[in-house]
């Protein structure tokens, strides 16, 4: 026997020196202790230890007769764990019943992940061969997305003719600069400035413009500016959901306000194209997103990952502008998406069954729905593109608003009359959102009519048909890929994964499993060859409403890769909820940016689009741009951002347990200590926002907020900012830490 060749587990090779006979025999003298009805013997266990040792694997069977276990214990488990979290966690009677569940728990599910690996590794060899370039990447990453076998295929052809050269939508010669954090929005509003200029010279440009939000009133304006001033402007925006993300419940605070710039786009006096992506019809799926973020003007194409509608400019995020082929061919496909947005009936926009069923759905607003619905679709309305919302501070304000509209706000919220003051007020001070009425709903569904139909006007649908490419001749040195459907946005992220030498570096607003294994794959494969790579990773703390995150188990994944995640810690300003937003990788040989997250949704159902910049060892600017991104991910790394590993700190927690499932509790607990660390980030949040209004009314740093508001920084940005520079970084950084909250988030970090 080769004591180095895998061991066959129900026809999956896995690794010998984690599986084997033995261990297989201590793992059923644990499945015989588990009490649950069905289960098998002692006997019939040794039975299959025997039967496991003899034939040197696991057969199908004696695979099926633990995953058998497995399913027949949880409904058990899962009683026991409730029954023991009522008792407060002190029931030592169920402590004691739940050990031989988490004896069994434990080892089995770590089997099912190497399972998992082991078919992946199998599936992806079956297509490409054991000497595929990329095998240890894309086995990881398959083995959490799950891909079916044809988009397994595509994806592995299209990484292969990556490797070989062959790839379409590689671009060399273009120009590019990298923009990140506040720089972004900047960049995004001196382009708008710039176009305004150029057409008051007499040199009038094109403007295209495709984003998931579009209502930032001083953004929608710039653009009103420039169609006004001669510009030819065209539009493709997300139509927004009328279909809850889960559950029966719509929260859509952001739909009215979608829908009111869109019929403020077609009010403007000027040459002005608008369009919806039409995305049931297209994607699928009503709850898909146009997710794309573009912003062309004459040649130049900045490709990021920031929204357009107010608060974006406060999130972390990167793009880069773009001129040369690269820049020719996102227009191209801007286009492509314009035509495949003409002509379609709100039922292909937002799917039959949506609309039909609107009224049945608990539909919430806050103060941004209630006041853009009734802008929108109140007398006069909407106001002109680049007017804000009313900000109504109570119920009477609000009121006498919708009444000068020709609405009677009592009818607008489904509320018992003797609550509904209160509950309104409460609202506007940014509580929680109130249900709405059927009338409401009605007013709904016609301002989405009323907006779709100025979409399908002949003279707008016209306008839409005239859209002109950039001359895409060659501005420079740089090579940009270009990630647009689904099977691209997954070679080029893998691709920048496996090219990486030295190091990868994530901020990320979304951290999944397939992405998670996929660097911890690369970051084993490099530690293997002995070389020196360093993988950092910062996670976005964004918080469920039952107190979990979306990241959770791909932080968990790369804590248990050996590594390096923290969370972002950023300081706010006032209550909005400042986000790491940014899909970017970033290694010594490229950067991956654009609107696409690393889950499932973003890479393969939504509507996104990415660029990888690749950079140039011997291009001294290409390096330049390397090193700035690298910069902006240092800062946030050394000043922004807070470790606190799960498994240090669940193993903390339990360092006085000493029963057999020590192991098992450990892990177990790792769930409430990632929950500690995300309710002591949100209390730092709402403790430095706290702080930040107040020293924001300081005359000093309201001088150095409205300079850096002139360069095109947003508002929320400039007060971060100019509080720093007034400070200094010496006196900003000590004030941020001596917050009660950050001491609380030291001491819980264990020390190493």
């Known amino acids: 026997?080769?004591?180095?060749?895998?061991?066959?587990?129900?026809?999956?090779?896995?690794?010998?020196?984690?599986?084997?006979?033995?261990?297989?025999?201590?793992?059923?003298?644990?499945?015989?202790?588990?009490?649950?009805?069905?289960?098998?013997?002692?006997?019939e266990w040794r039975e299959i230890a025997d039967r496991i040792k003899k034939d040197d694997c696991v057969s199908k069977e004696d695979l099926g007769a633990m995953q058998d276990l497995a399913k027949a214990a949880r409904p058990e488990r899962t009683r026991l764990r409730k029954e023991l979290a009522a008792s407060g966690y002190k029931d030592q009677k169920l402590r004691d019943q739940l050990i031989p569940f988490n004896l069994f728990d434990g080892p089995f599910g770590r089997l099912t992940e190497s399972l998992r690996l082991g078919n992946a590794k199998v599936a992806v060899e079956a297509l490409a061969g054991s000497s595929f370039g990329p095998l240890g990447v894309v086995t990881a990453y398959h083995a959490y997305a799950n891909l079916a076998q044809e988009p397994l295929q595509q994806l592995i052809s299209s990484i292969e003719a990556v490797e070989g050269g062959k790839a379409q939508n590689y671009y060399p010669g273009n120009q590019v600069k990298q923009f990140h954090h506040e720089s972004v929005w900047q960049k995004m509003n001196q382009m708008l400035d710039q176009g305004l200029e150029s057409a008051k010279a007499g040199k009038k440009v094109e403007i295209n413009a495709q984003y998931y939000e579009l209502t930032n009133p001083q953004f929608v304006g710039k653009l009103a500016e420039n169609a006004e001033a001669g510009n030819k402007i065209r539009i493709n925006v997300d139509p927004g959901?009328?279909?809850?993300?889960?559950?029966?419940?719509?929260?859509?605070?952001?739909?009215?306000?979608?829908?009111?710039?869109?019929?403020?786009?077609?009010?403007?006096?000027?040459?002005?194209?608008?369009?919806?992506?039409?995305?049931?019809?297209?994607?699928?799926?009503?709850?898909?997103?146009?997710?794309?973020?573009?912003?062309?003007?004459?040649?130049?194409?900045?490709?990021?990952?920031?929204?357009?509608?107010?608060?974006?400019?406060?999130?972390?995020?990167?793009?880069?502008?773009?001129?040369?082929?690269?820049?020719?061919?996102?227009?191209?496909?801007?286009?492509?998406?314009?035509?495949?947005?003409?002509?379609?009936?709100?039922?292909?926009?937002?799917?039959?069954?949506?609309?039909?069923?609107?009224?049945?759905?608990?539909?919430?607003?806050?103060?941004?729905?209630?006041?853009?619905?009734?802008?929108?679709?109140?007398?006069?309305?909407?106001?002109?593109?680049?007017?804000?919302?009313?900000?109504?501070?109570?119920?009477?304000?609000?009121?006498?608003?919708?009444?000068?509209?020709?609405?009677?706000?009592?009818?607008?919220?489904?509320?018992?009359?003797?609550?509904?003051?209160?509950?309104?007020?409460?609202?506007?001070?940014?509580?929680?959102?109130?249900?709405?009425?059927?009338?409401?709903?009605?007013?709904?569904?016609?301002?989405?009519?009323?907006?779709?139909?100025?979409?399908?006007?002949?003279?707008?649908?016209?306008?839409?048909?005239?859209?002109?490419?950039?001359?895409?001749?060659?501005?420079?040195?740089?090579?940009?890929?270009?990630?647009?459907?689904?099977?691209?946005?997954?070679?080029?992220?893998?691709?920048?994964?496996?090219?990486?030498?030295?190091?990868?570096?994530?901020?990320?607003?979304?951290?999944?499993?397939?992405?998670?294994?996929?660097?911890?794959?690369?970051?084993?494969?490099?530690?293997?060859?002995?070389?020196?790579?360093?993988?950092?990773?910062?996670?976005?703390?964004?918080?469920?409403?039952?107190?979990?995150?979306?990241?959770?188990?791909?932080?968990?994944?790369?804590?248990?890769?050996?590594?390096?995640?923290?969370?972002?810690?950023?300081?706010?300003?006032?209550?909005?909820?400042?986000?790491?937003?940014?899909?970017?990788?970033?290694?010594?040989?490229?950067e991956f940016f654009g609107s696409?997250?690393?889950?499932?949704?973003?890479?393969?159902?939504?509507?996104?689009?990415?660029?990888?910049?690749?950079?140039?060892?011997?291009?001294?600017?290409?390096?330049?741009?390397?090193?700035?991104?690298?910069?902006?991910?240092?800062?946030l790394w050394d000043n922004f951002s807070y470790e606190c590993n799960s498994i240090k700190l669940a193993s903390l927690w339990k360092k006085n347990y000493q029963g057999p499932d020590k192991d098992f509790q450990i892990e177990d607990a790792r769930f409430g200590a990632i929950r500690k660390v995300l309710k002591g980030v949100e209390k730092y949040e709402e403790e430095t926002g706290a702080w930040m209004e107040k020293q924001i009314e300081q005359p000093e740093i309201k001088r150095l907020m409205a300079q850096m508001q002139a360069t095109g920084i947003d508002e929320l940005s400039s007060a971060h900012l100019a509080v720093r520079q007034h400070l200094g970084d010496e006196d900003y950084f000590k004030t941020l830490r001596g917050f009660d909250s950050y001491g609380e988030l030291k001491r819980l970090a264990p020390r190493s």
């Not at 729905?369 to 609000?398: C, H, N, Q, R």
């Not at 996104?608 to 910049?613: D, I, K, L, R, T």
């Open 1 to 43: 026997m080769n004591s180095n060749s895998n061991f066959n587990v129900g026809g999956t090779p896995l690794d010998r020196s984690k599986y084997n006979a033995d261990r297989f025999a201590k793992f059923t003298e644990i499945a015989a202790k588990v009490p649950v009805e069905g289960n098998k013997s002692p006997d």
């Open 241 to 590: 959901r009328l279909v809850p993300y889960k559950g029966n419940t719509i929260e859509m605070d952001d739909y009215p306000d979608k829908m009111r710039t869109i019929l403020q786009f077609s009010q403007i006096k000027g040459d002005v194209g608008i369009s919806t992506y039409p995305v049931s019809k297209i994607l699928g799926d009503p709850n898909d997103l146009m997710h794309r973020k573009g912003l062309r003007v004459g040649d130049e194409f900045l490709l990021s990952g920031m929204n357009a509608n107010s608060g974006s400019g406060e999130n972390i995020d990167a793009g880069y502008s773009i001129q040369g082929p690269a820049a020719r061919q996102l227009v191209h496909n801007f286009a492509r998406d314009v035509k495949d947005s003409l002509g379609h009936t709100n039922e292909e926009v937002y799917g039959q069954e949506a609309i039909a069923s609107f009224q049945e759905k608990t539909v919430l607003f806050g103060s941004r729905g209630i006041v853009s619905l009734l802008d929108a679709m109140g007398k006069g309305g909407p106001a002109p593109a680049g007017t804000g919302l009313e900000k109504p501070k109570d119920f009477k304000e609000l009121s006498d608003y919708a009444k000068g509209k020709g609405f009677d706000i009592r009818k607008m919220f489904d509320c018992p009359a003797a609550q509904l003051e209160g509950r309104v007020n409460e609202m506007l001070a940014g509580g929680q959102p109130i249900p709405v009425t059927a009338f409401t709903k009605d007013q709904i569904l016609a301002l989405s009519q009323k907006a779709m139909d100025a979409t399908r006007t002949p003279e707008n649908e016209k306008r839409l048909n005239d859209i002109s490419l950039p001359k895409g001749d060659p501005q420079g040195n740089t090579v940009v890929s270009l990630a647009d459907g689904p099977t691209e946005r997954e070679t080029e992220l893998i691709m920048a994964i496996q090219n990486a030498e030295k190091f990868i570096y994530v901020p990320a607003f979304v951290m999944t499993r397939p992405i998670a294994a996929a660097l911890v794959a690369k970051n084993n494969e490099m530690k293997a060859q002995g070389k020196e790579f360093e993988v950092k990773v910062i996670a976005d703390p964004g918080i469920y409403p039952d107190g979990g995150t979306p990241n959770e188990d791909g932080v968990r994944m790369l804590e248990d890769g050996g590594i390096t995640v923290r969370w972002a810690l950023l300081p706010r300003c006032g209550h909005h909820d400042r986000k790491i937003h940014a899909k970017e990788l970033l290694t010594d040989k490229s």
């Open 596 to 635: 696409t997250n690393f889950s499932k949704k973003g890479l393969r159902e939504n509507w996104e689009h990415s660029g990888v910049v690749h950079f140039d060892a011997q291009d001294a600017s290409s390096l330049t741009e390397r090193d700035d991104a690298k910069a902006h991910f240092d800062d």
